[in-house]
């Protein structure tokens, strides 16, 4: 059974000392596109991973690839 994470600010989940949990880059884009919209990585298939949409972007971190792409 996955462990149950509290909810911070933004729907996003804290790990159990108070961090705030980061996506990892093997997550698909179609998960993404649950949490983010149907336009996530427009033009991407749902099963790259956030990995290659941030190096693609050459960014980062998934709020650094959001930033950019507002």
Do not use: C, P, W
């Amino acid at each position: 059974m996955a462990k149950k994470h509290q909810v911070g600010l933004d729907n996003r989940t804290r790990d159990n000392d108070g961090e705030i949990r980061q996506k990892r880059s093997d997550t698909q884009v179609k998960t993404l596109r649950k949490e983010y919209g149907e336009d996530f990585a427009k033009g991407h298939r749902g099963d790259t991973t956030l990995g290659t949409i941030l190096k693609d972007n050459k960014v980062d971190t998934l709020r650094q690839y959001l930033k950019k792409n507002k």
